[in-house]
T-cell receptor, first 113, second 117 residues
Framework: GESVGLHLPTLSVQEGDNSIINCAYS??????FIWYKQESGKGPQFIID?????DKRQGQRVTVLLNKTVKHLSLQIAATQPGDSAVYFC????????????FGQGTILTVHP | GAGVSQTPSNKVTEKGKYVELRCDPI?????LYWYRQSLGQGPEFLIY????????DSGLPNDRFFAVRPEGSVSTLKIQRTERGDSAVYLC???????????????FGEGSRLTVL
């Protein structure tokens, strides 16, 4: 079955640094990869997604990289801010619905002022 | 409302009791999803609806769990004979459609925290 894992459960950075959060996946049939941010007491919030036919996509201060050869996904956050402190999840979709997702375990990002 | 609304936000119940959790999706969203999130874990898919029908209930853990969406809008997740292992945050999400990344983007509610004593 599908499984999604993260290399690092916690990441602490200083404000202004760049952050990189990693995710390994096993299901090569997935065609849609998404990063979510979840703050305490709230539901996950969409950050950025990437299709399987791409290897890089950029948003505002965020970049997602996809390496299908080694089944690895990463989220880069530029100039990290205290408001970026949260748990970050990667998720995979594919099949009958783009909303039926398999989530990874999550990485806790803490940004120190 | 502007977002997905879930009630109650917190529910404490005793083992063996019946509970209902309600989800009010974003107006106009045809697809509705239920996920369960245990402490320290990512959300796990339970079931999704397209309109009134359950399109995929493969994530429901057993027959104590059931969900309905009778009019294609509000959905209720029902748990019978609750067990301590059912304690988790139950998240609801909706999307405009099922089909494409742009219109299939999920919008999550804040969840209903269920504690079974």
């Amino acid at each position: 079955g599908e499984s999604v894992g993260l290399h690092l459960p916690t990441l602490s950075v200083q404000e202004g640094d760049n952050s990189i959060i990693n995710c390994a996946y096993s299901n090569s049939a997935s065609d849609y990869f998404i990063w979510y941010k979840q703050e305490s007491g709230k539901g996950p919030q969409f950050i950025i997604d990437i299709r399987s036919n791409m290897d890089k996509r950029q948003g505002q201060r965020v970049t997602v990289l996809l390496n299908k050869t080694v089944k690895h996904l990463s989220l880069q956050i530029a100039a990290t801010q205290p408001g970026d402190s949260a748990v970050y999840f990667c998720a995979l979709a594919g099949g009958t619905s783009y909303g039926k997702l398999t989530f990874g375990q999550g990485t806790i990002l803490t940004v120190h002022p | 409302g502007a977002g997905v609304s879930q009630t109650p936000s917190n529910k404490v119940t005793e083992k063996g009791k019946y509970v209902e959790l309600r989800c009010d999706p974003i107006s106009g969203h045809t697809a509705l999803y239920w996920y369960r999130q245990s402490l320290g874990q990512g959300p796990e898919f339970l079931i999704y609806f397209q309109g009134t029908g359950a399109a995929d209930d493969s994530g429901l853990p057993n027959d104590r769990f059931f969900a309905v969406r009778p009019e294609g809008s509000v959905s209720t997740l029902k748990i019978q004979r609750t067990e301590r292992g059912d304690s988790a945050v139950y998240l609801c999400a909706s999307s405009l459609t099922l089909d494409t990344p742009n219109t299939g983007e999920l919008f999550f509610g804040e969840g209903s925290r269920l504690t079974v004593l």
